[in-house]
T-cell receptor
Framework: NAGVTQTPKFQVLKTGQSMTLQCAQD?????MSWYRQDPGMGLRLIHY???????DQGEVPNGYNVSRSTTEDFPLRLLSAAPSQTSVYFC??????????????FGPGTRLLVL | GESVGLHLPTLSVQEGDNSIINCAYS??????FIWYKQESGKGPQFIID?????DKRQGQRVTVLLNKTVKHLSLQIAATQPGDSAVYFC??????????FGKGTKLSVIP
């Protein structure tokens, strides 16, 4: 199993540009989520999905869109990038909810710089 | 909103010594806690978890202690090795899917 994969590893955008961060998992996990990690702060949940066709907002959803058309893929879209979105983005997947004791498996991250 | 925080941002220990990483939380409704390890350039990796109905849980070389009275969580690493050098995060949840992460403690192991 490849686990959770993310592409690209690094991206530079200009303010106002759009892009999609890709996330895929091959563990047949129902639950997937996107986090951002900023210096001096813990990971913060952006959006999550409890299954194909179902998504919901996390703590910091503004400026981001997601969709879940398949169990394997959970792309994160930035419609109009802003410097405040400069961060490291992590995708995670799990069999069940964190409250069920299921561990989340994290991808290697995408480092995004918005100029 | 309520948040999870860490007492020390950095910790240096000699190889072979025990390490203790602390975490304070403020949400009294939190009922599930997780410790993650994050190596440079990688995503967080699950280490150990504990539920609020327990005060101690042991894994391989790691022990998590939970003190609900003072809302304090700690991670103990026995016989710390160079491979333990990383940033350690605690996270908590109060019954929802959303985890609240602490800011992280950087552990450096001195050979």
């Amino acid at each position: 199993n490849a686990g959770v994969t993310q592409t690209p590893k690094f991206q530079v955008l200009k303010t106002g540009q759009s892009m999609t961060l890709q996330c895929a998992q091959d563990m047949n996990h129902e639950y997937m989520s996107w986090y951002r990690q900023d210096p001096g702060m813990g990971l913060r949940l952006i959006h999550y999905s409890v299954g194909a066709g179902i998504t919901d907002q996390g703590e910091v959803p503004n400026g981001y869109n997601v969709s879940r058309s398949t169990t394997e893929d959970f792309p994160l879209r930035l419609l109009s990038a802003a410097p405040s979105q400069t961060s490291v983005y992590f995708c995670a997947s799990s069999v069940g909810l964190a409250v069920s004791g299921e561990t989340q498996y994290f991808g290697p991250g995408t480092r995004l710089l918005v100029l | 909103g309520e948040s999870v925080g860490l007492h020390l941002p950095t910790l240096s220990v000699q190889e072979g010594d025990n390490s203790i990483i602390n975490c304070a939380y403020s949400n009294s409704a939190s009922d599930y806690f997780i410790w993650y390890k994050q190596e440079s350039g990688k995503g967080p990796q699950f280490i150990i978890d504990i539920r609020s109905n327990m005060d101690k849980r042991q894994g391989q070389r790691v022990t998590v202690l939970l003190n609900k009275t003072v809302k304090h969580l700690s991670l103990q690493i026995a016989a710390t090795q160079p491979g333990d050098s990383a940033v350690y995060f605690c996270a908590e949840t109060a019954g929802s899917y959303q985890l609240t992460f602490g800011k992280g403690t950087k552990l450096s192991v001195i050979p």
